[in-house]
């Protein structure tokens, strides 16, 4: 960029003596989310973690575990194709209650089958290599695991007690937490990251700042002084 920008300026194109800052939008990694379908994958990633514990040693899980999901995962897909349908308002309630029920059960077998399992990974005697794949896995299995919880509790909120949390606070994207719903003035909301941008008087990029998800602040002078 400061390439660019003293080329810019040997060419005559831009003085940078105006600056504009403003942000804009990029869309995340994402479908548009709802709190079991965040659940669900949630939930499906850490049961899937927890099936590749058994290439380091670990006993397999019990089937049961899967049917689980599969029901789940139906569940989920009554709900995606009903919810908004006349009629029908109330089947896709109970659906809602169903699996939400199960996804407790899943967290709480879970929390079990992890508690069971620390012995063995504090105990586990292997190459450094697999010893830090084994770390990896283990650490995504109890992210996963107690982000579910959080996603349950205020998914129970909704459908309980009408309560609803703000979009801010939600999990919107189970590969990307810095994803975020954006409402920039009249335009279509976005479920994605805004980044800051200062552009010149003769519309060249001059500085950019890609933190977490915020409004503009003075952060992006920083990036400006640099130049």
Same mark, same amino acid.
């Given at each position: ?59 397999? &899980?019990?089937?049961?575990? +899967?049917?689980? /999901?599969?029901?789940?995962? %139906?569940? @989920? *897909? ?32 879970? &929390?079990?089958?992890?508690? +069971?399992?620390? /012995?063995?990974?504090?105990? %586990?005697? @292997? *190459? ?100």
């Amino acid at each position: 960029m400061k390439c660019q920008s003293l080329l810019i300026i040997e060419k005559g194109l831009d003085d940078f003596s105006r600056i504009y800052i403003d942000s804009t939008h990029v869309y995340g990694n994402t479908s548009y989310p709802t709190d079991v379908s965040i659940l669900y994958k949630l939930l499906n990633r850490a049961y899937r973690s927890f099936v590749l514990l058994k290439d380091f040693g670990f006993p397999a &899980l019990d089937s049961w575990i +899967e049917t689980r /999901q599969e029901r789940m995962k %139906s569940h @989920l *897909s009554f709900i995606s194709m009903n919810v908004g349908k006349r009629g029908v308002k109330g089947k896709v309630r109970e659906k809602f209650k169903l699996m939400m029920r199960m996804a407790d059960k899943n967290i709480k077998c879970f &929390l079990k089958l992890q508690e +069971e399992y620390t /012995q063995l990974w504090e105990s %586990s005697d @292997l *190459s450094p290599e697999k010893g830090l794949a084994l770390d990896s896995l283990w650490f995504k299995i109890d992210d996963d695991i107690h982000v579910a919880e959080y996603v349950l509790y205020y998914a129970e909120n909704l459908v309980y007690q009408n309560i609803k949390l703000p979009a801010r606070d939600k999990i919107l994207s189970i590969s990307d937490r810095d994803a975020a719903y954006i409402i920039k003035g009249q335009r279509n909301p976005v479920i994605g990251y805004k980044p800051q941008i200062a552009r010149s008087g003769n519309g060249f990029i001059c500085g950019y700042l890609t933190s977490r998800n915020c409004g503009i602040t003075p952060q992006i002078l920083t990036c400006l002084f640099q130049l």
